[in-house]
């Protein structure tokens, strides 16, 4: 099953289990905005995603832009094998977040096009990445990078309305920058080379191959994708809201470490500029 199979069908699931029901003391952008900084400050509500109300249809124009996107993660799950019937299988397996109340992404901007009679939408800027760890129910900590940078979402038609669909890949790059520093002072572009004393050893020596991902420090950017679907529209406030199902890969920890598949579900929040 590629991406945006996982994409669909865990949309329909995340329908199914009422992730798309707004929450009891759900709060809307007009209602957020008239809140000061100390009204909002250790409340939890800088972390959610307004909800929009009600079941309308905006059509944008050429020339309009997406803005104010807010991506809010509810459920987070990593990829594992699994042992089962004297076999392993790979599933993914319910995790829970380790990071505070600062793993929304906000403020997200880009351009709305029209390909073939159907709405497109390029991400362009905004806080469109937060570093965010998980832990697995055996007590491994797995960090990645949650982001959309440099998303292209295609649509299934030329207007914003309940069923609406769009979805696309964005990149995912690197959890560590370039500056980063191990334990041992090892780089990306700064630092030692290689780890000093006897398991520094040169290259092409014994023992070498061993530590060539831990010395050879890379900036990996991978691939992502992201499904959503439209469940409220407000015209009125140009305002859309809905469901969002995305994979990407984890940390690499500059190439010395395998990826795994996380896999997250919750909602979305966006207006027509």
Do not use: W
């Not at 497109?120 to 990078?145: S, W």
């Not at 560590?176 to 092409?204: E, H, N, V, W």
């Not at 015209?235 to 996380?262: F, H, N, R």
């Amino acid at each position: 099953m590629n991406l945006k199979q996982i994409g669909q069908v865990a949309i329909a699931g995340a329908v199914a289990v009422g992730v798309a029901a707004a929450p009891a003391q759900a709060i809307t952008k007009s209602q957020l905005n008239e809140l000061s900084y100390l009204q909002v400050k250790g409340t939890g509500l800088a972390n959610r995603c307004p909800e929009v109300i009600g079941e309308d249809t905006i059509t944008p124009k050429g020339g309009q832009r997406l803005v104010d996107m807010c991506i809010e993660p509810k459920a987070f799950a990593i990829e594992e094998e699994v042992g089962k019937g004297g076999r392993t299988e790979k599933k993914f397996v319910n995790s829970k977040v380790m990071t505070r109340q600062t793993y929304t992404l906000d403020g997200i901007e880009g351009d709305l096009s029209n390909s073939g009679g159907n709405i497109v939408f390029t991400e362009k800027e905004g806080i469109d990445y937060a570093a965010t760890t998980l832990q697995l129910p055996g007590g491994e900590r797995v960090p990645f990078l949650f982001t959309v940078k440099d998303l292209v979402a295609k649509g299934n038609g030329n207007a914003f309305k309940p069923g609406f669909q769009m979805g696309g890949e964005f990149s995912t790059p690197s959890y560590r920058t370039g500056l980063f520093l191990d334990p041992k002072g090892r780089g990306g572009t700064t630092g030692y080379d290689m780890a000093i004393a006897l398991p520094g050893l040169q290259s092409g020596e014994e023992g070498d191959d061993a530590l060539f991902a831990e010395n050879n420090k890379v900036f990996d950017v991978t691939s992502g994708r992201i499904e959503m679907e439209v469940n409220k529209v407000n015209a009125a406030e140009s305002e859309i809201g809905g469901v969002y199902v995305a994979t990407q890969l984890s940390d690499t920890d500059m190439g010395s470490k395998v990826p795994k598949k996380v896999l997250t579900k919750g909602i979305f929040y966006a207006r027509v500029q």
